[in-house]
């Protein structure tokens, strides 16, 4: 397949995006791989969620039973990489709360998302000395575990 271009992969993340706050479970479930990874921060949801399938679906129960709506605030892409980085407003009608946060999206070969990495602004739990996204694998993706020296 042909690389996808920025404009692409933008289209892609506002796609499913509005997908999300339709409710439309099957159509969240195209703009993902059928193993795809939604990853949270912890005691977030019961994520991770994996499948398209599955995220299509949870997300579709959050329009319904929390009157869930997206937007996307701003979105940069990498398309080298292919990567992007949304920030969003989650807006749950239902309990009047307004999220703002930010996902970290990869892509597939065939144009759909890979996997998602939710990020939310909100207070550090100061009872965890871990504040990371649950069932992420950070050290075996290479990412530091330590400070670096000084």
Do not use: N
């Not at 159509?27 to 921060?41: G, K």
């Not at 989650?90 to 890979?114: N, P």
């Amino acid at each position: 397949m042909p690389e996808q271009t920025a404009a692409e992969m933008e289209a892609r993340v506002r796609a499913y995006m509005a997908a999300c706050t339709s409710g439309d479970a099957d159509a969240v479930a195209s703009h993902l791989t059928t193993d795809a990874v939604h990853y949270f921060p912890p005691d977030m949801y019961d994520g991770p969620w994996r499948g398209g399938a599955l995220i299509g679906a949870r997300w579709a129960e959050a329009v319904a039973e929390r009157g869930s709506s997206w937007t996307v605030d701003a979105i940069v892409v990498d398309a080298g990489r292919r990567e992007a980085v949304c920030e969003w407003t989650h807006f749950k009608t239902v309990a009047g709360v307004v999220l703002r946060g930010a996902e970290w999206y990869e892509f597939a070969d065939d144009g759909r998302i890979s996997e998602i990495r939710a990020y939310y602004a909100s207070p550090q739990d100061k009872s965890l000395d871990r504040l990371e996204l649950g069932g992420m694998a950070y050290a075996e993706r290479g990412y530091p575990m330590a400070p670096p020296a000084r």
